[in-house]
């Protein structure tokens, strides 16, 4: 992974936000509201996932489709679809609804300008399925200083310039320590990390390996909190996991599940 100074050109610290499939098409206006609010303090990226979105269209293809380990096991076929929906449909959604908020948004995905080079995890089992290895953060810089809000769909190329698709929680993880973030955001259709209904507001790396344990954790919410978890740095001390059907700032604080290291020493 190649590691950057911190981005901002701006004096403002960078967060990197995480757009769930689950939730993408149902962002709340206080959500808009909040985030707008929000960046007036830090520099934002935001990833998107759209996992829903490939399978749906996936099942009305006829192509099968498994997962490995919360991975999609991805043919060029499936590829096919992954940029249908990602690079085209959903970004394409999802940049038009951040202008329509007045939030200056940019869509991108990993193949443009070299922004994410990856490599393979496993063709045998995964297929065309990636692990990010570098992120153009100059490219990032440059939109952030002009004010843009860059929008990133999880497709990147490998060296030998190989179309890969990446689970987007992974992906914002990648970019978010790659680009020197302060803060990494997974905005999903919960509003946060529940246990018995409840929210829990605050965890750390050690808690949380014993709610996987007691299956209080479980499902899309694994790969979450284990990105969550490599993401930890000192300085990315906090991942937050919020809920995009209500705000998700108030008041100076970003609402929902704070992860943190204890003593804000990097997880492993
Ligand atoms: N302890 C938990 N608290 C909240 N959600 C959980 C928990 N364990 C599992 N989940 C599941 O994780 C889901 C969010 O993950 P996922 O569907 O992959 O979202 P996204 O598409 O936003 O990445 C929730 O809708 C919920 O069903
Ligand atoms: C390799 C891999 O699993 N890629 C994911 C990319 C989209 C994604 O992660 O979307 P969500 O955040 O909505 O789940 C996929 O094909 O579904």
Known sequence: MTMSKSMPATGRETLVIKLGGSILYRLSPQFFMSLADLMKEYSAVIVHGGGPEITNTLNRLNIETTFINGQRKTTEKVLEVAEMMLKGKVNGHLTGTLNEHGLNAVGLCGYDAGLLTASLIDRESL???????????????????????????????????TKVNVNADLAAAAI?????????LYVTDVPGILHEGKL?????????????TDGVISGGMIPKVNSALTALSPHLKEVMITGGQQAIFKDGCILGTKIKDKGGVAAS
């Open 127 to 161: 297929g065309l399925v990636g692990d990010i290895e570098e992120v153009n953060t100059a490219l990032l810089t440059v939109l952030i200083s002009e004010g843009y809000l860059p929008v990133i769909a999880p497709l990147a190329l490998t060296k030998d310039g």
């Open 176 to 184: 978010a320590k790659a680009a020197g973030a302060e803060k990494l």
């Open 200 to 212: 829990i507001p605050d965890t750390t790396a050690e808690e949380i390996k014993q709610l996987i």
